[in-house]
């Protein structure tokens, strides 16, 4: 095991982790997108079709459907103050009431809080934004601690802590977002003044409209209602064709499913899709986009901040325009006139419209367009969501070749959150290892009678380009994205080079290796373990857990005994750690945690570490102690029967070359 992994720690660049962040938070409101989504079309259909049941009439339906919508912005506070909270490991309950605080208290001082609230998107997007990281630099300040956490009750403490931060930071925040309303109203007033001075054809504003909406859904605001706002679109209701307005136009034949085409990008995903987590969105999504409500397609999947679906999300709408436009120009489908509601599905609304079936037939021709456009962006960004991909490009990456077995359902069955953070962090990692060099170091075990050595624990590290060389930090990462047999080969194979080096050298130590369980479950990997290291003087560390997971980990750990191959188990004293499981652990070594040396100055750390020595020698395992860093850690051990230790009080990991000149040296 490396003991100091964490001394190397590097974050992803913050930008990443926001936009993360982001989209966590607005596929956290799926529930309310559902309830909401589900609502507004039955309201349409009680207004359209003069429904009623009982005391449920359209204008009831119709008011609930827009108290509902009506919460999304404040909803959306809310949702982005959590995450970023959670992310930043602050307090999400004062976190979250100052955004709201904030949100609220900017609205009334604005006086529009008569205004419908979808008119007031960018302001839920940005007031948790600017609150939160103003939070953030005011509690680092040091005259904001009231009291110690220690002296009374933890939640107290904190309350009392942030009473002046959250002061201070709500004028600051409500004076930031003033400052910003009033540079963006000064904004749209200079966009609005200027497109009135281009006087753009209808056209032309047609066109407009389609671009900009949909870069303002990419962002997760409300394209259609922001638009309305800076550009003064009443003259699209104008005729473009007899009986057809500009924007019924849109409706009928560019924004089929709502925004981008939205029911040609969810049967693409249908089709080529392989990633769970699409399908049951696109799946969720499709009764609501036959109705043309889009929202729970781009809140869930998320196509908010995702750079992979953009260009086909605002280039669609405007090939099915450009398409459209031309075969309605030369005549051949008329329209009478009559008016359909904006939930009304795909060929029904161009069959009421047009009395026949020529209208529908090229819907249907662009629906199918559109999905053969969306298809090759659907199967790369779902690639991207999968495991699969993600190993193969690793492996690649690493020149590991063949067919491997991924630990599968790891993803999906976590939170949503977890896959979309996950996947990206892991093709981080990935770009990362390309970028640099990935390497083994070896640290030397230290034979405790006279301290000489007798071999190397190999271990990874990460040569960057500016000379830099880190600890594995990025493990975790891989391992949960259920890569961990990639890595595990890579090492298998340079370990081989290593001690092929060595042997033409002739240097011939032991070196031990680490198995992750997923690698020892997987027959296929110890195959090519075997067919790598058998006969080589290498020794095999597994966590104790690996044991007793599952038979196949059993078998894949008996597998390598019989070819002679030892077995060390590592990190014993912390974790799955149990008496009754040194009487069934097949392994020729225990390496004791440096947890446990950590806490042998006191006295029943002491009592601790010495029956677990007496107990291994007992039952006639070698015994090695990990992590000592000092003279007198070394002397407890030796004095308590270790065998042998590891630890910086002798060496840190080293390069090949300068482990085997440790080792000449010490041997």
Not at 18 to 26: I, R
Request: with cysteine.
């Amino acid at each position: 095991m490396d003991p100091s992994p964490a001394a190397s720690a590097k974050r992803f660049p913050s930008i990443g982790n926001l936009l993360f962040t982001l989209q966590e938070a607005f596929v956290a409101l799926l529930p309310y997108l559902l309830l909401s989504a589900a609502t507004s079309v039955l309201a349409q259909g009680f207004v359209t079709y003069q429904w009623s049941l009982g005391p449920l009439q359209a204008d009831t339906v119709m008011s609930t459907a827009y108290v509902l919508r009506g919460l999304f912005p404040l909803l959306l506070v809310i949702s982005i103050a959590y995450h970023l909270a959670r992310a930043h490991a602050m307090d999400a309950a004062i976190t979250v009431l100052l955004s709201i605080v904030v949100y609220l208290g900017q609205d009334a001082l604005r006086g529009i809080t008569a205004q419908p609230p979808s008119h007031l998107p960018l302001s839920a997007l940005l007031t948790p934004l600017v609150a939160v990281g103003l939070l953030r630099a005011v509690m680092k300040l040091p005259f904001t601690r009231v009291v110690r956490y220690r002296s009374m009750n933890h939640h107290v403490a904190a309350a009392l802590n942030h009473g002046l931060p959250f002061t201070l930071v709500f004028v600051l925040a409500t004076a930031a977002m003033m400052v910003i309303h009033f540079t963006l109203g000064k904004t749209a007033a200079g966009v609005t003044s200027m497109v009135g001075d281009l006087h753009l054809s209808n056209g032309a504003l047609l066109i407009a409209n389609s671009v900009i909406s949909h870069l303002l859904w990419f962002v997760g605001l409300h394209g259609n209602n922001v638009f309305d706002l800076l550009v003064d679109s009443r003259s699209l209701e104008q005729s473009l064709f007899p009986n057809l307005s500009y924007y019924k136009f849109l409706d009928l034949f560019a924004g089929f499913g709502g925004a981008g085409a939205g029911l040609s990008l969810m049967i693409a995903i249908l089709i080529v899709a392989r990633d769970r987590h699409s399908r049951i969105i696109a799946r969720t999504a499709a009764p609501f986009l036959v109705c043309n409500v889009t929202e729970v397609l781009i809140y869930g999947l998320p196509i908010v901040f995702n750079r992979r679906l953009l260009v086909p999300f605002v280039g669609v709408p405007l090939l099915n325009t450009g398409i459209a436009y031309v075969v309605l120009a030369q005549g051949w489908i008329t329209f009478n006139g009559r008016s359909t509601s904006w939930i009304t599905p795909i060929f029904l609304d161009s069959y009421l419209m047009t009395g026949g079936l020529r209208a529908a037939l090229l819907q249907a021709v662009l629906l199918i367009v559109s999905v053969l456009v969306y298809i090759p962006f659907v199967r790369r960004f779902s690639a991207s969501q999968s495991n699969r991909m993600l190993r193969e490009t690793l492996a690649s990456r690493l020149g590991i070749e063949g067919d491997l077995q991924v630990r599968q359902g790891a993803s999906f069955q976590q939170a949503q959150s977890f896959i979309l953070r996950s996947n990206i962090e892991t093709q981080r990692v990935i770009e990362l290892i390309t970028a640099n060099q990935l390497t083994l170091y070896y640290q030397p075990k230290i034979r405790a009678s006279d301290q000489r050595c007798l071999g190397f624990e190999a271990l990874l590290r990460l040569e960057c380009g500016d000379g830099r060389v880190v600890g594995p930090y990025f493990l975790e990462t891989l391992e949960l994205a259920g890569l961990a047999s990639v890595i595990d080969l890579w090492v298998c194979n340079e370990a081989r080079r290593t001690l092929n080096a060595w042997d033409v050298a002739g240097f011939h130590p032991h070196v031990a290796i680490n198995l992750h369980p997923d690698t020892l479950g997987n027959p296929h990997c110890i195959d090519r373990i075997l067919a790598t290291l058998s006969g080589r003087r290498v020794e095999f560390e597994i966590i104790e857990r690996a044991f007793a997971t599952s038979p196949a980990m059993a078998e894949g750990i008996r597998r390598l005994r019989a070819s002679g191959l030892r077995i060390s188990i590592d990190d014993f004293g912390t974790g799955y750690s149990s008496l009754h499981s040194l009487y069934h652990l097949d392994a020729d070594t225990i390496k004791l945690d440096k947890s446990l040396i950590d806490i042998v100055h006191t006295e029943r750390g002491y009592a601790i570490y010495r029956a677990i020595c007496a107990l291994c020698k007992e039952l006639e395992f070698e015994l090695i102690a990990e992590g000592v860093e000092t003279e007198a850690q070394f002397v407890l051990a030796k004095r308590l029967g270790v065998d042998a230790v590891q630890g910086w009080c002798f060496a840190p990991a080293l390069s090949a070359e300068k482990a085997r000149e440790y080792a000449v040296a010490h041997g």
